[in-house]
């Protein structure tokens, strides 16, 4: 928490048009240099008091700056597509590219204000919430966005005198009125505000608190302080990376979940048969209940190559009405996806509730080809883990369903396939040289494998190990699963 | 209209199992080569009558086709999201990228036949409703996207047989319960569905009609007709591309409308600073107001370059609560832009209703920039006119206000604005070898401007020409307009 940028409180307007082409200066040099470099993206959270002219501050900053790469995002009553999906989605789909700025205005700590001092949510909640605002805004930090949070404040009887104001105002439409509530609220709300402060402030993401009485100290006070932050940032770019952390993963004792996989179990095809019919029919029951448009499902998809995942897949989507799932194969990176943090690209692929994503590879390939490979640096892949299991707990806590299947084969049925492959003329696009390279690399994917596994399986999402020695077998394993986490709940 | 497939319309198990591997791998294989060739995007209409099996028929093409490249987006009643904004919206956002195939379930027609058979819509409307599909599809057919329609068709008596079976199950989800009114309304939809088949089947985006009493019949003939469709297509890609074609622009014989801007225009700094300020708080009002919650602006920016397009946007968002606007510079589209119909980038950044998107650059860049330059063939620039007013039809007709500015200076004043941020420091960054070689072909940039202006200078949405050798002169006309165009409807 900060509070001051050098800055007098109190600033009459000949000091202020003085100080301004100072400051104009500063602040745009520093965005201009951002956009060019597209090293980082800027995320400034605007929160606080109604009343303290945080639209108007806004609208300098559009002055100040270069308004053709800056964005202000408001966000009021969630609309019905950002209710169908967990409460992040809105945030996420907004977020800036590198090199662009947005200002989040009715940020996330906006549902936790309201809710606390409607008394619908206690002190013990509000920890929570603030806990995992941490671990959200710890993440944008770490992939590359500078977040600077302001918290404009002001005396109590000086936002009567504002609002009461405004309240007189004829005609207008409704972002324009405060908040009356607020009024009455003055004193939880200047209480949480500061709880928020402290449990929330930390130097990846700190606060601003910015005294508001005066418009125009408020103003410098928040360019400069923007300034400073972007061209710190700037100077920290500059500096030679350093050199890759080493990261020691701690594994259990009892070996590599991989290497516990039983390859052995087969299934005749007239018993796959009749239990695919009966498992088909289920799912397409249970899919078409409307309990299930109350909830949702996420299906994640990883293997071995060759382990059979998209015939696993066809066979789930077989009995499923087409309108109600997608599917998405996860290659490389779109340039809109490579200049977000890396779990953005899953936020705007989120189905809605009462719908099934399917992901055929997904996030895990942070910690499997993007750790073996080296696209991704071990402090990134490394830390990967954790921020996938908040991911996942977002999605659960939404009411989704998740389930992530390991499809596991040995190495001599890989080879024998993708031999098969090359032989059949339509599956010779299946099999390309990346395959041949990655099999060379079978060990370390299997090390990344294990590690993913014995991480990332909570509670809340599990991973299942499928033998895909046999691919019926597999099938039925896949869509017995799916079965039996929908019979809980339709 | 097409109603064969080269399939017998009745077909036994033993003949289509027969059948099958052969078709699987006719689309598949076509599908294949769509995918690594990345020329062209698929999008496949599902419409027709309640009951014939279209969510089935869909399924087997997920089975059959690689499903990691096919998409189904469903439409059902439009979220608040899409009714904020014109109604093709919904339509073009999910649009396909190059490569991708994507099934379009309850599409633009179906408003037309629920309203028609509702009785919303007479005869007239839907004649005018159905030429303005045409005038979509084609744009999309010439933009690269692959068209296929299909309507699927049941005799009366089958399908009330149908839908009384659906009508049985229990606790089933909506989408799951067929539209009952459907029954009632046979002959009123039948006769629709044939006069929509007889006025949108056009060569670039057929119709093909498939009676569905027999689902292998019907899933074999929807099958072959996109295999052939697609490998006819990437026939034609593989063929050598045509010269470009020579594109004669008729000009009005009154000469070009950009030499009839009289640049003598000048504003004193007094008048200047008491007129900006007049009209800034008229527009803060004018935006501020209730009635224009139930509007939305949209305001483009074209202009030589250095004529003080950022300039006049700055002064205009001044006024404007940063919560209800978007500032948009238009640079080098994306690569997940480029990927789709190059409207498609303006389309995601419509504003919703009581919003203000302002567009530094827009999709006048089609006939300018790329004219000029040759990055779009003449084929398709000089196409671009009647897209472009069709697309601002699209906008002014859902109520929004569209403004279009062209700001003007002369050759000699460019030059020495040229000059000035060359010398100024915080203003180098405004003047890169660009605008010097653009600057060399002022003639051309004149000529495309010129030709522009004559041809998108609609009723629903004018041109302002705005002479901007004295800026104070353009940031008045410029806040001018746009309150007079305001204050017609808040």
Known sequence: MVESADLPQKMDGKSFRKLEPELRQELLSAQLEMIEKKAFSTLIVVDGMDGAGKGESVARLYEWMDARHLVCNAYGEPTDEAKARPRLWQFWRDLPAKGETAIVFGSWYQRILREHVAGNMDDKAVGQELARVRQFEEMLALEGVLVLKFWYTLPKDEQKRRLEKIGKKKN??????????????YDKAARLGERIIEETGAADAPWFVIPSQDAQYRDAAVARTIAKAMRARLEACKAKAPAPARVVIKRSEAGSPVDTIDLTARLDEE??????????????????????????????????????????????????????????????????????????????????????????????ERVLVERVEGYARPEAWSRAYGEINEFEHELTDFGFIVCKFWLAISAEEQLRRFQARQETIYKQHKITDDDWRNRLKWDKYAVAAGDMIERTNTDHASWTLVSSEDKRHARIEVLKTICKELKRRV
């Open 172 to 185: 207008v439409a409704r972002h324009v009125l405060a908040d009356w509530a607020a009024l009455k609220n």
């Open 271 to 364: 018993t796959y048969a009749k239990k695919l019919k009966k498992l088909q029919q289920k799912l397409s029951d249970m899919s078409d209940h409307k309990d299930f448009a109350k909830t949702g499902m996420i299906l994640v998809f990883q293997g071995n190559d060759a382990a059979g995942k998209g015939g696993a897949i066809r066979r789930v989507i077989r009995p499923l009405d087409p309108r109600i799932y997608k599917v998405y194969p996860i290659g490389a990176p779109t340039d809109e996806e490579l200049a977000r943090p890396y779990l953005w690209r899953f936020w705007r692929r989120l189905p809605r509730k009462g719908q099934i994503a399917i992901f055929d590879r997904s996030w895990y």
